[in-house]
């Protein structure tokens, strides 16, 4: 999944990318794409049984996306089969005033998973230089000292035993439009249609540039970002994943040695 990762310096500019692509899996299409979710659902949850036996680290998953990018679908997807007691998903919206009465990563430094467990963001402490900084909640001066802010916090988390791993699924703006237009034809979509996405969808440039130097200037070795083609929903289910499965891997976790000598037990 390194194709997808962003080296920390890079400059990243998502006009160039190709949301549509499915390189990665190349010979599967959406039904035969199946059986494999369902293999890695399986990984996924063997793996997420180490990191809770293990118990000295945690994960930390950031999603982001445009309105309609698949944040929920990805979550309801890849966790399938994983124990829900294991993962905490957590959605940020707009603050609340007591979330607003404080420092914009104080709602998020509480909702970081404990030990052994993993924690989904489903939008994010990157909100405060998205949708902040495109709609000029706060001023340029306060929100671009945020990605300095943002690289040492996650920093921090990393070094106490954290590994992060930040996913943007990268939906084109024309299959927003179709997703948007169902929101609104299917009685059955109804209710997740926000007429503030409509608004967002109008800025769809300044966002852009909002996410490539939210990307660019936050994607280092600790927390990497990972842009993922996010038009084929199968496409990024598997993507993100893989990714999520090669992260854990990687974290050297073990099944901790038995407390007791087993070797004398014996259950009459
Ligand atoms: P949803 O994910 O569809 O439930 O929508 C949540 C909304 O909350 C989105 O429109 C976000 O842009 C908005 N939101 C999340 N975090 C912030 C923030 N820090 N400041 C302002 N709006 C936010
Ligand atoms: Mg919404």
């Known amino acids: ?43 996924l949850s063997e ?43 957590y959605g940020f919206g707009v603050p609340g005033p007591h979330e607003a009465a404080h420092d914009y990563l104080w709602r998020i430094h509480m909702r970081t998973p404990a030990k052994g467990r993993i924690g989904v963001f489903n939008r994010s402490h990157y909100e405060d230089v998205l949708v902040v900084r495109v709609n000029d909640l706060v001023p340029e001066s306060v929100w671009s000292k945020r990605y300095k802010q943002i690289r040492d916090f996650e920093e921090m988390l990393c070094d106490e035993g954290t590994t992060i791993v930040k996913i943007m699924l990268n939906v084109s703006k024309e299959e927003q439009k179709e997703r948007l237009q169902a929101r609104v034809d299917d009685p059955s979509k109804n209710y997740k ?13 300044d966002y852009m540039v909002a996410y490539d130097d939210a990307i660019s200037l936050t994607s280092t070795v600790d927390a990497p970002w990972y842009i993922v083609p996010a038009d084929r929903k199968w496409y990024r289910n ?8 090669d992260t854990i891997r990687g974290m ?4 901790p040695e038995p407390e007791f000598d087993l070797a004398h037990i014996a259950i009459e």
Not at 193 to 200: G, I
Not at 252 to 255: Q, S
């Open 193 to 205: 249609f926000d007429p503030s996405d409509l608004s967002s969808r109008e800025k769809w440039e």
């Open 238 to 245: 598997l993507v993100v994943s893989q990714i999520l499965i």
């Open 47 to 89: 793996l997420q049984r180490l990191l809770w036996s293990d118990g000295d680290q945690a994960l930390l998953v950031v999603l982001q996306a445009m309105d309609t990018g698949g944040k929920d679908g990805t979550i309801r997807k890849v966790f399938s089969g994983v124990n829900p007691q294991g993962v905490d998903v």
């Open 252 to 255: 050297d976790l073990a099944y």
């Open 1 to 43: 999944m390194e194709l997808y990762r962003i080296t920390p310096g890079s400059i990243v500019d998502l006009s160039r990318t190709n949301p549509g692509e499915k390189v990665a899996f190349d010979h599967l299409t959406k039904s035969s794409s199946k059986k494999m979710l369902a293999t890695m659902n399986r990984e």
